[in-house]
C-alpha cells in the first residue's frame, strides 16, 4: 500500500494559500480517481481507495503544517505502511511557481511541515514531490507570502503543476520512483 500526504492548513481561510498546494494535488488525485477523503482520524481527512491497480492512502493532515508529521506517523502505523511507500507533496519557496522537482531524500529546507514529518518518522528517506511557489519579490514576511494567494497571472502555472504533481504520482504507483524522477525532472 502506497501512501500520498498533501501537505497544507486546515480551513477556508488557508484553502488556496501558496502554503496550501499539497492539499491541492491530493485533491486532483481525489476528483480524478473519484476517491472521497471522507475518513477522519489520525488528525487528519484521508481516503482508501485504489489507482492504477495499487492501494492507496491519500492523507491530508489537519494538524496545521508544523505539525504534520502528528497526523502521518500513527496513520502509518495502523496500515503498516513503509517508508519507501510514503511521498510527501509540498510548497518549495526555492522552485519557480509552476515548477514540480521530485527527490528521493532530504533535509527540511527550513520548511517546517516537512521538518516535523522527519522528527516523526526519525528518517530523512521519504519521498518527495516539491511544487514551486516562487519567493516574495517584494519586502513580505516569508509567512505572509506562503499563506497568501497566488496571484490571478500564475493560476494557469499553478494549475498545470497541480496536475503535472499529481500525474508523477499516478506514474509512481506502477513505475519505480528512480524512473518518475528522471521523467518529470527532466
Request: charged content about 30%.
Amino acid at each position: 500500500m502506497k501512501c500520498i500526504v498533501g501537505l497544507g492548513n486546515p480551513g477556508k481561510k488557508y484553502q488556496h494559500t501558496r502554503h496550501n498546494i499539497g492539499f491541492m494535488v491530493i485533491d486532483e488525485l481525489s476528483k480524478r480517481h473519484n476517491l472521497d477523503l471522507n475518513k477522519d482520524k489520525f488528525k487528519g481527512n484521508y481516503a482508501l481507495g485504489t489507482i492504477n491497480n495499487e492501494k492507496v492512502i491519500l492523507l491530508e493532515p489537519q494538524t496545521y503544517m508544523n505539525l504534520s508529521g502528528e497526523s502521518l506517523r500513527p496513520l502509518m502505523d495502523y496500515y503498516d505502511v513503509d517508508i519507501e511507500d510514503v511521498a510527501v507533496i509540498y510548497d518549495d519557496l526555492d522552485l519557480p511557481t509552476g515548477k514540480i522537482r521530485l527527490r528521493q531524500k532530504g533535509g527540511h529546507g527550513g520548511h517546517n511541515g516537512i521538518r516535523s514529518i522527519i522528527d516523526h518518522l526519525g528518517t530523512k528517506d521519504f519521498k518527495r514531490v516539491r511544487l514551486g511557489v516562487g519567493r516574495p519579490t517584494n519586502p513580505i514576511p516569508v509567512v505572509d507570502y506562503v499563506l497568501g494567494a497566488f496571484p490571478k497571472e500564475e493560476q494557469d502555472l499553478v494549475q498545470e503543476s497541480i496536475e503535472k504533481a499529481a500525474d508523477a504520482c499516478e506514474r509512481w504507483l506502477e513505475k519505480p520512483f528512480v524512473e518518475v524522477m528522471n521523467e518529470f525532472n527532466a
